[in-house]
């Protein structure tokens, strides 16, 4: 056993993930369950901002994650770790400005979960009409059932991940075929009025850059791969491929079904609509009449209420390995990392994001301060490009089983959009935001502090230079 992965004696076997995931799943994984239930509740408020760019916005929102996913390539193959951008970010940047960064990033998926449970158990309660049970009802079964997928393990959840993301895909781009096909002029003459030639690529590509930075908030969790490392069975050269794939398609179902939203839905309807509980199922029953019969909006429905099913075990699988890598290298309590015995899921942090699911899931000041989390790992997609960078220069004899193509160009390029991107951002939210996201930061130096010297303590009682690719 190597110096990075020499354990302490007492957790050597609650620490060993198991590594059974085959790649070739994790492409539907990423299209399917980062197009989720928060796509389709709060979509409306990126159309009521960019209006006939919106799935232009979309596309270059897409481009740009799959930009990034290049410079992943080569991070993801020279540091296979679980967590990997905390490994990428602490070996760059030193300990402190690694942990933080990470740590604001694995609490973004805290809010997606509740989020996207919430707008689940909505659509669930909206598309069977009621039949005696309330929303928050379906919500909380849901939040037992997927708490319980996960906890039976990631190959487990992976294939009941890529069913139902087979299921939510399919729908998904049959909201815009659809109509199309069953009343082609109807839909072309509507589509007419809402996307003008204006709402072309001429004259507008600083738009559409810009506008990207809203549409990326349906986008963050493209970072399955790094986050599941160590349970992926192949080759880490493989990695930068599959979520490059992973991101391309899921970039390009959002962009399809954005494009078929606008153009089917006023642009000033979407407006009224901002903030409501279900503004899709709303709008699709007013203009079910002229374009397509009541039973296939239901069915439809069914199918993004499915996405929203794929999303929800995508947080989960995000937060839990997110506090799994913290508490491995004993930034958190070790609870965090220990692994049940058959399934090897880490219960511990899968119970705390059950106990976060039942506090916020039917709260909806969740999907405000959502945006603050993303604002975060906006923050960290400026710094990845950098990072690679400097551990180019910091570390030229590493092992890199694959290069990133176009370097470093790409960084560059990567790096200034999101730049940009963040700019955008942060206009379009309130100030509320950023006193949560400091709230957050706060938290997670007084952690920082708690930990610190235990952690230090703990590493050199191993005799390790490096932990699992973490500097001590």
């Known amino acids: 056993?190597?110096?990075?992965?020499k354990l302490a004696p007492e957790t050597s076997e609650t620490l060993k993930l198991a590594r059974v995931v085959p790649w070739w799943m994790l492409i539907p994984w990423l299209i399917g369950g980062v197009t989720g239930g928060d796509f389709f509740m709060t979509n409306?408020?990126?159309a009521s901002q960019a209006g006939p760019l919106t799935h232009w916005g979309y596309l270059f929102a897409g481009l740009f994650i799959v930009v990034m996913s290049f410079v992943?390539?080569?991070?993801?193959?020279?540091y296979p770790y679980t967590g990997g951008e905390y490994v990428f970010l602490s070996r760059a940047l030193g300990k402190f400005p690694g942990y933080i960064v990470f740590f604001v990033y694995a609490w973004n998926f805290v809010f997606w979960i509740p989020l996207n449970i919430s707008v689940a158990g909505t659509y669930l309660y909206h598309i069977l009409g009621g039949v005696g049970v309330p929303a928050w009802a379906w919500s909380l079964g849901l939040a037992i059932l997927f708490h319980w997928v996960a906890y039976r393990g990631i190959y487990f959840s992976t294939v009941v991940q890529v069913v139902m993301s087979v299921i939510a895909i399919l729908g998904i781009t049959l909201t815009y075929f659809v109509p199309m096909l069953i009343a082609p002029s109807s839909?072309?003459?509507q589509a007419a009025v809402q996307l003008p030639l204006s709402g072309g690529i001429g004259g507008n590509l600083l738009d559409m850059m810009a506008v990207a930075g809203l549409c990326i908030t349906f986008m963050v969790g493209f970072e399955v791969v790094p986050l599941l490392a160590e349970e992926i069975n192949a080759p880490p050269k493989q990695f930068g491929f599959i979520q490059t794939t992973g991101s391309l398609g899921m970039s390009m179902v959002q962009a399809l079904s954005a494009l078929g939203f606008i153009a089917i839905v006023p642009l000033a309807r979407w407006a009224e609509l901002s903030g409501g509980e279900i503004p899709i199922p709303v709008a699709l029953h007013e203009v079910a009449p002229n374009l397509f019969p009541?039973?296939?909006v239901k069915v439809l429905l069914a199918t993004c209420m499915v996405s929203g099913f794929s999303t929800i075990l995508t947080a989960i699988t995000g937060f839990s390995r997110g506090l799994y890598a913290l508490a491995r290298d004993y930034r958190l309590p070790e609870v965090f990392a220990r692994l049940h015995p058959k399934y090897k899921s880490p219960v511990g942090a899968i119970i705390l994001s059950f106990g976060m699911a039942l506090l916020g899931s039917f709260q909806r000041w969740v999907v405000d301060y959502a945006f603050a989390l993303v604002l975060a790992t906006m923050f960290m997609y400026i710094l990845i490009p950098i990072?690679?960078?400097?551990?180019?220069?910091?570390?030229?004899?590493?092992k890199r089983p694959v290069h990133t193509p176009f370097y470093p160009w790409i960084n560059i390029i990567a790096f200034c959009w999101a730049i940009y991107m963040l700019w955008y951002q942060a206009r379009t939210v309130p100030i509320s935001v950023w006193y949560f996201l400091a709230v957050v930061l706060v938290i997670g130096l007084l952690v920082y502090l708690w930990s610190d010297k235990r952690r230090t303590q703990k590493l050199k009682e191993m005799g390790v230079t490096e932990h699992y690719g973490l500097p001590v």
């Not at 056993?1 to 992965?5: A, N, Q």
């Not at 992943?72 to 020279?78: A, C, D, P, Q």
């Not at 990072?387 to 590493?398: A, F, G, Q, S, T």
């Open 1 to 5: 056993m190597s110096s990075e992965t």
């Open 72 to 78: 992943y390539w080569e991070l993801i193959s020279t």
């Open 187 to 189: 839909f072309l003459a």
């Open 387 to 398: 990072v690679h960078i400097i551990l180019r220069k910091k570390e030229p004899d590493k």
């Open 294 to 296: 009541v039973w296939l």
């Open 44 to 46: 409306e408020f990126i």
